[in-house]
C-alpha cells in the first residue's frame, strides 16, 4: 500500500453525521438572511495579495503572518487564499459596479484562510458566514445588522452570547487618539512586548487588540478613542445604541475594542461567549467606510460583520441545541440481484414523491446481495424508517413488502407497485 496522505495541520475534514448540523446551520441562515432582505454572493477563494495588504493594513496580524500567499507557478501572480471575505466582496461590488443604483446588502458563507497554530476554535481552514449591507451610511443599518445577528442566535437556540460595542470614530479623530496612545506607550515603553515595540509608530492602535496577558494592565490605562469623538461621531454612536435599546438588546461598551482589520470606522462590535475558553469571539464586526475607495471604488459608506462558523457550532453543542441528524425514510432490501432494475425504478419514483430512499448496496461486486438477515442489520443501521423488501415472489405479482423500522413490532403490509404514488407518500417523514 502507498504511504497514506493526511489532511493539512489545522484543516479539517466535516463527515457525516456531523455535517448535518452544518447544513441545519446554514438553512437557519439562509432564512434568517433573507428575512432581513439580504443577498447571497459568491466570490473566489483566492484573490490578488494586493487586496489584503491594501485592505486590511500592512501592519496586522494577518496580512503580517497568517496569509497562504503564493506566486502562481505559470504567471507569476502573486495570489493569496482569502483570509477573510470582505475584502473580496468590496472588490466584486466596485468590480461589477454593484452600487449604481444604490445600496446592496449581501451575505456570503464559506472558507477562509489563515496560517495560526491551530487549537481549540482556531483553525488553518476555517468557515466564516458574513454579512454586508454596502453604500448604507445611517446608524440604522449599523443596528440592523447587529439585530440580524441577534435574530441568528435566538433562531438557533444559542444562549450566554454577550454583545460589546465600541466606536473607533473617522480618520481625524484617529489622529488625535493616536498622538496620545504613541505618547502613552513611549512612556512605559519598559513594558512593551515585541509586537508592541514593532508597532508603536507603525500602528499603535493595534497595540490594544493584544493577545499577551502581560500587556492587559498597560493597555487598560492606555488613552481611549471613545474620549477622541467629535458630536458627529457621538451621534451616530448614540443612535445605534438608541436602536439596540429599543429591541431589548443587551450590550456593554468596551473602550478598547479594537478589531483586528484596519479597514473600520464609527462602529466596531463582537459577539462572546464564555464558554469557548480564550477563542471566545463567535462574531466581530463594524463599519467600514474608507475600505471601498481603498480598494479603487468611488467613495461609499459600508457596514458588516462576520461569524466563525465552527465556534458556533461548538458552541451550540455545547448547548444541546441544534441537534440534526439525518436518516432515510426507507432502506431498499433486495434479495436477488436481477431485481435490480425494476428496485431502482420503484425508489426513483419514490424519491419524486419526496420519500428519501437509501439502496442496499454490498461492498464486493463478487458476493453477491448479501443474506436477508444481513441486509436488515444494515436497514436498521441507516435509521432508516422503513424497510422495503422486494422479494421475488413479490415482485412476480407486482407487488413489494413494506416493514416499519421504527414501531418495534415490525409492523409490516403488502402493497401494490402499480398504486405507489398512493401508498408512496405515506413513507415520507414529516419535515
Ligand atoms: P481572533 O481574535 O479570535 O483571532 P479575529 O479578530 O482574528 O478573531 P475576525 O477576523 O474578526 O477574527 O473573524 C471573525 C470571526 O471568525 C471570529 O470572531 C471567529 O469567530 C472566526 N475566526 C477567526 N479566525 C479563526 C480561526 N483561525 N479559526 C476559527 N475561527 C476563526
Ligand atoms: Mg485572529
Redesign the pocket.
Known amino acids: 500500500m502507498a504511504d497514506k496522505l493526511t489532511a493539512v495541520k489545522?484543516m479539517n475534514d466535516i463527515l457525516p453525521p456531523d455535517s448535518a448540523r452544518w447544513e441545519a446551520l446554514e438553512g437557519t441562515v439562509r432564512e434568517v438572511m433573507q428575512l432581513h432582505a439580504y443577498r447571497n454572493i459568491r466570490t473566489p477563494i483566492v484573490e490578488p495579495t494586493a487586496l489584503f495588504v491594501r485592505g486590511l493594513g500592512e501592519v496586522t496580524?494577518?496580512v503580517e503572518k497568517?496569509m497562504y500567499s503564493f506566486e502562481d507557478r505559470l504567471n507569476g501572480e502573486q495570489l493569496t487564499l482569502r483570509?477573510?471575505s470582505t475584502a473580496g466582496v468590496v472588490r466584486a461590488v466596485v468590480e461589477h459596479n454593484m452600487l449604481y443604483e444604490g445600496g446592496k446588502r449581501l451575505y456570503y458563507m464559506g472558507p477562509?484562510f489563515?496560517h495560526?497554530r491551530?487549537q481549540r476554535?482556531?483553525?488553518?481552514?476555517?468557515?466564516?458566514i458574513?454579512a454586508e449591507a454596502l453604500g448604507f451610511g445611517g446608524p440604522e443599518v449599523d443596528a440592523e445588522l447587529i439585530l440580524l445577528a441577534q435574530a441568528l442566535w435566538q433562531r438557533l437556540g444559542l444562549q450566554d452570547v454577550r454583545l460589546e460595542l465600541n466606536s473607533l470614530g473617522q480618520p481625524p479623530e484617529r489622529q488625535q487618539h493616536r498622538a496620545a496612545l504613541i505618547a502613552y506607550f513611549e512612556q512605559h515603553a519598559d513594558q512593551l512586548d515585541e509586537d508592541a515595540k514593532r508597532r508603536l509608530h507603525s500602528n499603535p492602535l493595534r497595540i490594544l487588540?493584544s493577545?499577551n496577558p502581560a500587556m492587559k494592565v498597560l493597555n487598560e490605562g492606555a488613552p481611549r478613542l471613545l474620549d477622541f469623538l467629535g458630536a458627529e461621531s457621538l451621534a451616530h454612536f448614540n443612535a445605534v445604541k438608541a436602536m439596540l435599546d429599543a429591541n431589548g438588546v443587551t450590550y456593554t461598551i468596551n473602550p478598547r475594542l479594537v478589531?483586528?482589520?484596519d479597514y473600520y470606522n464609527l462602529t466596531v462590535f463582537?459577539?462572546i461567549t464564555e464558554h469557548l475558553g480564550?477563542?471566545?469571539?463567535?462574531?466581530?464586526?463594524g463599519r467600514y467606510d474608507y475600505l471601498i475607495q481603498e480598494v479603487g471604488g468611488k467613495p461609499a459608506p459600508a457596514v458588516g460583520?462576520?461569524?466563525?462558523?465552527?465556534?458556533?457550532l461548538e458552541l451550540l453543542k455545547e448547548q444541546g441545541a441544534l441537534s440534526a441528524q439525518w436518516v432515510p425514510d426507507v432502506y431498499a432490501i433486495v434479495p436477488d440481484a436481477q431485481a435490480l432494475p425494476q428496485v431502482s425504478a420503484t425508489l426513483q419514483t419514490l424519491r419524486r414523491l419526496g420519500v428519501s430512499a437509501q439502496l442496499h448496496a454490498p461492498s464486493g461486486a463478487a458476493e453477491g446481495m448479501g443474506s436477508m438477515k444481513s441486509q436488515f442489520k444494515k436497514a436498521d443501521a441507516s435509521g432508516a424508517h422503513f424497510a422495503l423488501v422486494f422479494g421475488a415472489d413479490e415482485l412476480a405479482q407486482g407487488q413489494v413488502t413494506v416493514k416499519s423500522l421504527r414501531d418495534g413490532q415490525g409492523a409490516q403490509r403488502t402493497e401494490e407497485l402499480a398504486q405507489i404514488t398512493h401508498w408512496g407518500l405515506t413513507l415520507q417523514s414529516k419535515t
Open positions: 489545522g496580524d494577518i497568517e483570509p477573510e477562509m489563515r495560526e491551530p476554535g482556531r483553525y488553518r481552514q476555517f468557515h466564516q458574513g487588540d493577545k478589531r483586528g482589520m463582537e459577539f480564550s477563542q471566545g469571539t463567535i462574531c466581530g464586526g460583520w462576520a461569524l466563525g462558523v465552527e465556534r458556533v
